[in-house]
């Protein structure tokens, strides 16, 4: 069974870089046809789809987002990065990571793994 798990810093000031990392657990990142995605969810809004890396390595971003982050893989570690600079109060919210071999976007019922979720909040 697959597993995702999410981590980062939890706390980050405004302007800040942020790092978020999703492990792979119980199969691979590699694996054919499955794209990783990362997903948001701000305080009382709904979820907001950020971008995807493909198995081979290929990523797909939301415009509105595109200029300020990057998403990443480490084969070897078997781990997807999320990376945002220039962070604003906005950008608040938990950060999801999940993996579908048809699908990428905002509807979570579609993907067919989901991680737990990590906190963050940037504030002074």
């Known amino acids: 069974q697959v597993q995702l798990q999410e981590s980062g810093p939890g706390l980050v000031k405004p302007s800040q870089t942020l790092?978020?990392?999703?492990?792979?657990s119980g199969g691979s990142i590699t694996t054919s046809y499955y794209a990783w995605s990362w997903i948001r969810q701000p305080p009382g809004k709904g979820l907001e789809w950020m971008g995807v890396i493909d198995y081979d390595g290929s990523t797909s971003y939301s415009p509105s987002l595109k200029s300020r982050f990057t998403i990443s893989r480490d084969n070897g570690k078997n781990t997807a990065y999320l990376e945002m600079n220039n962070l604003e109060p906005e950008d608040s919210a938990v950060y999801y990571c999940a993996a579908d071999r048809f699908y990428y976007g905002s509807s979570a019922r579609q993907y067919e793994y989901w991680g737990q979720g990590t906190q963050v909040t940037v504030t002074v």
Request: aromatic share 0%; with cysteine.
């Open 19 to 24: 790092s978020l990392t999703c492990t792979v």
